[in-house]
């Protein structure tokens, strides 16, 4: 597809679980972020890749927080042994310029709900 | 530390009248700012941009104001329609890279 691809759209999981989010990014899009959207809040930031450079991981908010970028395309958000305020929508955007105008283009989410 | 505001949670508006959002930061290293806006069960889409260097930017019913000295940026919809009906967010990034701050949202109605 031509956009942000991201799954699953909506994963329900018990506290304490492992949970694994994908983001397919748009294709020949060098930069990949990672955002987190909870209830009622802003876009909170998680975390950003930019080519074979080592990432930024400034926004991740505990070490239960990892991500990887293979290949320099698809990525994944992995959240372990989850805790009910991890609920969130997860958004990943890419974008095409390292120093540019800042214009992401995001996927719909990934919306978790730990139990 | 909330380095981008949106003091609005909401807005509601008569279709035709003018939509104005409102955005505060604290950052004087920002030199760029964007306006998102969001659908529900939809990722954010760019909707207009500004940089530091200018107080104003224009694109068709869109117009972002910035004031630098009072770190104050605002979003005019003129005239309003009920398809802008969606939630707004301002976002800001400092030179050299692409990671954004984005405030907490301003959900706007726009009333037939």
């Known amino acids: 597809g031509a956009g942000v691809s991201q799954s699953p759209s909506n994963k329900v999981t018990e506290k304490g679980k492992d949970v694994e989010l994908r983001c397919d990014p748009i294709s020949g899009h060098t930069a990949l972020y990672w955002y987190r959207q909870s209830l009622g809040q802003g876009l909170e930031f998680l975390i950003y890749?930019?080519?074979?450079?080592?990432?930024?991981k400034s926004g991740l908010p505990s070490d239960r927080f990892s991500a990887e970028r293979t290949g320099g395309s698809v990525s994944t958000l992995t959240i372990q042994r989850t805790q009910q305020e991890d609920s969130a929508v997860y958004l990943c955007?890419?974008?095409?310029?390292?120093?540019?105008?800042?214009?992401?283009?995001f996927g719909e989410g990934s919306r978790l709900t730990v139990l | 530390d909330q380095q981008v505001k949106q003091n609005s949670p909401s807005l509601s508006v008569q279709e035709g009248r003018i939509s104005i959002l409102n955005c505060d930061y604290t950052?004087?290293?920002?030199?760029?700012f964007l306006w998102y806006k969001k659908y529900p069960a939809e990722g954010p889409t760019f909707l207009i941009s500004i940089s530091s260097i200018k107080d104003k930017n224009e694109d068709g019913r869109f117009t972002v104001f910035l004031n630098k000295s009072a770190k104050h940026l605002s979003l005019h919809i003129v005239p309003s329609q009920p398809g802008d009906s969606a939630v707004y967010f301002c976002a800001a990034h400092k030179g050299g890279g692409n990671k954004l701050t984005f405030g907490g949202g301003t959900r706007v109605l726009v009333k037939p």
């Open positions: 950052n004087s290293m920002f030199d760029y």
């Open positions: 955007a890419s974008s095409s310029s390292w120093a540019g105008t800042g214009e992401l283009f």
């Open positions: 890749f930019q080519g074979n450079s080592a990432p930024d």
